[in-house]
C-alpha cells in the first residue's frame, strides 16, 4: 500500500523546478519543463524503488504531465511567494554588502544568482556570487538589473576589494 500525501484530484505546486531526467520525450535532458510555483491536479500516485512516492500531475496551463516526487510538491492551498530569481539570473543588489565593517559589494552592482533557498515559506533568500564574495542574501537585497545602470555598475565591479 502506499502512503501518499496527496490523493487523485488535490491541487499541487511545484516548490522546486522541474528538469527533464531524459524521459520527456521532444525535450533534451535538463531543458527546464516547469517552473516552481507551477499548479496542477495529481492524476495517481506510485512508488519508485520501493522507497519514493512519485505523482502523476497534470499540469493543465501548460498542457503537460510529469512525474514528481513528493518532496517537489506542496499543496497549492497554502501561501506561496514566487521567486523572482533562478539559477544563472544576474539581479542588480539594493543594498551595500558589507562584512566586520568592509564593505564587499555595493548597491547597484550588479550579482550573478546561484541558487534559491524556499526553506522557510515566508522568506525567500538567494545565494549570489560576484567576484569571490558567495553570500546568501534575503530577496530585499536583489532587484531586476536596470539597463541604464549596467555601464556604472560595470565601472564600480572593477573597484571592488
Keep these: ?34 517552473r516552481r510555483g507551477s499548479e496542477g491536479y495529481v492524476q495517481q ?4 524503488l520501493q522507497e519514493n512516492v512519485i505523482y502523476q500531475v497534470h499540469f ?12 517537489e510538491l506542496m499543496d497549492a492551498a ?8 533562478e539559477y544563472g539570473d544576474r539581479a ?27 526553506d ?3 522568506s525567500i533568500q538567494y545565494r549570489i556570487q560576484h567576484g569571490e564574495l558567495d553570500v546568501m542574501v534575503p530577496a530585499r537585497a536583489l532587484c531586476a538589473v536596470k ?4 555601464p556604472e555598475v560595470e565601472m564600480l565591479n572593477d573597484h571592488v576589494a
Design 78 to 85: 497554502l501561501p506561496w511567494i514566487d521567486n523572482e530569481f
Design 1 to 34: 500500500m502506499i502512503d501518499a500525501k496527496y490523493e487523485y484530484g488535490t491541487k499541487v505546486r511545484l516548490i522546486s523546478n522541474v528538469r527533464n531526467d531524459g524521459s520527456f520525450p521532444g525535450k533534451m535532458k535538463g531543458d527546464l519543463l516547469l
Design 120 to 122: 522557510d515559506p515566508e
Design 45 to 48: 500516485a506510485g512508488m519508485h
Design 60 to 71: 493543465i496551463d501548460q498542457n503537460v504531465i510529469v512525474g514528481c516526487k513528493e518532496t
Design 147 to 150: 539597463d541604464d545602470a549596467l
Design 92 to 118: 542588480q543588489l539594493t543594498i551595500n554588502l558589507a562584512s566586520q565593517g568592509v564593505i564587499l559589494a555595493k548597491l547597484g552592482q550588479v550579482v550573478s544568482v546561484i541558487s534559491v533557498d524556499r
